[in-house]
């Protein structure tokens, strides 16, 4: 039965004021999984003014009861992970076990960003006058424009506004066209039923066509002083854009070209069970997945036999079948998109040792290629598939220059067994984000998440998350009255 859902604004669902509504398509079955509203810039606005009208009540709100309802739908959220499941499955292809961490990942960022508001939060000052009291203090920006991505709908769109509610923000979401119910509307329906007062989260959703003047009405609002997107670099240079002219902070967190490093000492077995999960889970639709895997010549071949036999092996298809692994792309655009980076690719020169080939619908089969020349377009960019390109190293420095040669710069792995050595290159490697002896996808909610250079800036999670939606103030107290000149 396909679902029918409204915006969310003031606490009320409410149809488009155009009454318009867009088909939300489960890429496998080709089926409209759902309908929503397909707001215009009037709902925008309409959305705006709610969460402002909520925010001096949310922002005074006693700590412990702002905290008390994002434990309450951290616990909602973990009763909910078969529906996730199933809601993932229908509406963006997501396998059962990545729609399981889903679940699991985004109950526990609704207890850090719980755990964050009763906090200790400000400094006390030093001063140069006498009997003066000076204070640096945390305080909540207003409404925060939030927008939510497909991939990982439920985690992202529980970081998207997780943060900026326990800062005391109130937000507006503006979903993905290709995930609006679990990026947005499910988060908000947990929300919801976890008491969150009526306007202090608002969710526009919208037609595919209608993307760029709902993001731009959004930002432009003056009574939005902050952003928040994570999405593709192209995109996002455009939201930061946008921000950028109206005076506004922006956490970015954009796309990946990211590389797994495997040391001459690594264990082999284990590079590549580690790389075939950061390389193919979600089918290769995670901005942490990683695109090339850097190889020490010494078992460059052993490696690669190894890693193309498990590729072939991943059982791909039905996302609602539990032995899935390689399930469909968002939509059979992408999985086109893909097939096209890899024919490219071949055409040029690169030799394909699994996969490749025409997609089946949205399914694209698990690929890896190696000898892919720098003229191919798979050199450059994020492949966000079930592709990789192998390459071999023989020198630190060479390797470190590989994962280098990137305009991106959001997580690395390094697979070794000394971490000294693993340290010393982590160190040398510039990205956001590097795990020793692991792969390059890794996400929890106490830590700094975020990138460097075309990956984006800001950072999300623990304490990074609650500063980068809140502004530093300074205050003073005089303890006795001050002496004047005149």
């Known amino acids: 039965m396909t679902l029918t859902r409204d915006l969310l604004i003031g606490g009320k669902d409410v149809p488009a004021a155009s009454g318009r509504t867009e088909e939300d398509v489960n890429p496998f079955t080709g089926e409209v999984y759902a309908r929503v509203a397909a707001a215009g810039p009037e709902d925008v606005r309409r959305a705006v003014d709610a969460a402002d009208a909520a925010f001096e009540g949310w922002a005074a709100l006693s700590p412990f009861a702002r905290r008390a309802i994002l ?23 997501g396998t059962r076990p990545w729609a399981m961490f889903n679940a699991g990942l985004g109950a526990n960022m609704l207890r850090e960003a719980a755990a964050a508001v009763t906090a200790p939060r400000g400094e006390v000052l030093t001063s140069q006058q006498e009997g003066v009291l000076g204070m640096a203090v945390r305080e909540p920006l207003g409404v925060v424009a939030a927008f939510a991505p497909w991939n990982a709908p439920v985690i992202l769109g529980v970081r998207a506004v997780a943060a900026p509610l326990a800062a005391g923000n109130t937000v507006v979401v503006k979903a993905s066209e290709d995930a609006p119910v679990a990026c947005a509307l499910f988060v908000a329906d947990v929300l919801r039923e976890a008491g969150l007062p009526d306007g202090v989260l608002n969710v526009v959703t919208n037609a595919r066509e209608d993307a760029a003047e709902i993001a731009e009405t959004l930002i432009a609002d003056p009574r939005v002083r902050a952003v928040n997107f994570t999405g593709s670099t192209g995109v996002g240079r455009i939201i930061g854009t946008h ?64 890693f193309a036999a498990k590729a072939a092996s991943l059982p791909a298809g039905d996302p609602t079948r539990p032995e899935t692994v390689i399930g469909p792309l968002v939509t059979a655009d992408a999985a086109r998109r893909v097939a096209a ?52 190293f023989t020198t630190d420095d060479e390797a470190v220059a590989l994962a280098n040669d990137t305009e991106n710069g959001l997580t690395c792995g390094i697979i070794t067994e000394n971490a000294t050595h693993g340290l010393s290159l982590a160190r040398r490697v510039r990205t956001g984000i590097v795990h020793v002896n692991d792969q390059s996808v890794g996400d929890e909610p106490q830590a700094p998440f975020g990138g460097v250079k075309a990956s984006g800036y800001g950072r999300f999670g623990g304490r990074w998350g609650i500063e980068a939606f809140s502004a530093t103030r300074w205050v003073t107290v005089a303890t006795e009255h001050a002496h004047y000149p005149f």
Do not use: W
């Open 341 to 392: 980076l890899v024919r490219d690719a071949v055409g040029k020169g690169a030799t394909v040792l699994t996969g490749g080939g025409d997609p089946d619908g949205a399914v694209h089969p698990a690929t890896v290629l190696t000898d892919v020349p720098e003229d191919a377009d798979l050199h450059h960019a994020e492949a966000f598939g079930p592709v990789c390109v192998v390459r071999t």
């Open 71 to 93: 434990l309450k739908a951290a616990d909602i959220l973990d009763g909910k992970a078969e529906q996730v499941a199933e809601m993932m499955a229908n509406e963006a292809g």
């Open 243 to 306: 921000a950028a002219r109206h005076l506004k902070p922006a956490v970015l967190e954009l796309g990946g070209k990211n590389a797994v490093i495997v040391l001459e000492d690594a264990d082999l077995d284990y590079a590549v069970d580690a790389a075939t999960f950061g390389v193919f889970m979600n089918a290769g639709q995670i901005c942490m997945s990683g695109d090339r895997v850097l190889v020490h010549a010494s078992l460059a071949d052993e490696f690669c036999r190894r």
